[in-house]
């Protein structure tokens, strides 16, 4: 489901509901909700089915009203602009989810889960990146789809299988997190850090360009010694 967040309103998620949809009626009857988060991934890969970390906030949802509605309203169209003229047009009433119990699970096969207090997840600061993470992952998942099988392999030592996906899910200053399969059909995760810590999305592209470009000369250095033994 789309949500937004707002320091408007305390940097809770917000989501937008039309009063004829299952979910707002089930919120009629019963306030108490789940909001599960996963890490962006690419189109044809589902985020449900491969073992990524992700959030599973419990909240009350609280119905917004009056004035606050119009701020909802523009939070939702600055983090999903391409539904501007659906939320303007259209009758959609905004919850407010306020959060009674945060759990972050590590991934399915890990079996983990940590429980974040809500006075904690209200006290946290967001990584410098946090704004610009769509567009960052987008950029590179889209840019060096074919070339990131370079970076377990390297740095790593870790063979993938370049037959399946293999994208980043996750950036921030200090590094980023690389999911891949093995040979075996198993997915791995990978992290990787920054040669120093990145604060914009312009340095990460850049540390990226020049990565991948490092790579490429290791590997074309490479099937050239190769070629030469044979």
């Not at 659906?86 to 096969?109: D, H, R, V």
């Not at 040669?195 to 490429?216: C, G, H, M, Q, Y």
């Amino acid at each position: 489901m789309p949500y937004a967040m707002d320091q408007k309103f305390d940097g809770n998620p917000l989501i937008a509901l039309r009063s004829l949809e299952v979910h707002f009626k089930h919120i009629q009857d019963t306030p108490k909700v789940s909001l599960v988060v996963y890490p962006l991934t690419p189109l044809h890969v589902a985020p449900a089915h491969v073992p990524l970390p992700r959030v599973n906030i419990k909240c009350f949802a609280q119905e917004i009203e009056g004035d606050r509605v119009s701020d909802a309203r523009d939070a939702f169209i600055r983090r999903h602009p391409t539904a501007r003229e659906i939320l303007e047009k259209e009758n959609f009433q905004y919850f407010e989810l306020q959060p009674l119990e945060i759990f972050f699970l590590g991934g399915t096969e890990s079996g983990k889960t940590d429980i974040v207090k809500p006075e904690d997840y209200y006290g946290a600061s967001s990584d410098p990146l946090a704004k610009d993470m769509v567009d960052i992952l987008n950029h590179i998942n889209e840019r060096y789809s074919f070339d990131l099988h370079m970076f377990p392999e390297e740095y790593a030592e870790t063979n993938v299988d370049i037959r399946s996906p293999i994208f980043v899910y996750f950036v921030d200053r200090l590094g980023f997190n690389l999911m891949a399969k093995n040979f075996e059909g198993r997915w791995i995760q990978f992290r990787l850090p920054f040669p120093s810590p990145i604060s914009t999305k312009e340095e990460v592209l850049e540390a990226f360009d020049n990565s991948i470009e490092n790579l490429r000369e290791k590997g074309f250095e490479s099937k050239m010694r190769h070629n030469r033994k044979r």
